[in-house]
């Protein structure tokens, strides 16, 4: 039965953590960045361009709420698991990548412009994992 309340935490977590993206994401996309710092990168590649300011300005955020949901569970949680990290991430990706899908004529450059973003949370992922553990071991 506990195993069966931290899963049911886990994807309410996760599901909170999905709709509190789009916010970041919101605000991340409303940030001007000034053309002066972007055009020696846009010079070499404009999609490189994209990619730098989605990773610091949307990847970076997400990532930390990530982490900040991943720990504030720690309290509700005493010996979070693989699964449970799993869960409370998937409704964010699953997020993330229905985004990624419905930008279909340009799927491959929006892919390719957020793969630093799902690389990001998948490092999080990882070192939440490892550190549960070493915990627990």
């Known amino acids: 039965m506990d195993q069966l309340k931290n899963r049911v935490i886990a994807v309410i977590l996760g599901i909170a953590l999905a709709y509190a993206s789009i916010a970041i994401i919101g605000i991340g996309a409303a940030v001007a960045i000034p053309s002066d710092i972007l055009k020696p990168v846009a010079q070499v590649s404009g999609l490189l361009a994209f990619t730098l300011v989605d990773f610091f300005i949307i990847a970076v ?8 949901v991943a720990f504030a569970s720690r309290v509700v949680i005493r010996k979070p698991d693989l699964t449970f990290y799993a869960l409370l991430l998937a409704p964010l990706v699953l997020l993330q990548l229905y985004f990624v899908v419905q930008s279909q004529p340009q799927m491959l450059n929006s892919l390719v412009t957020t793969l630093p973003r799902y690389l990001l949370l998948a490092v999080c992922f990882y070192l939440l994992v490892r550190s549960s553990n070493r915990a627990n071991a």
């Open 61 to 68: 955020p997400l990532a930390a709420a990530f982490l900040v």
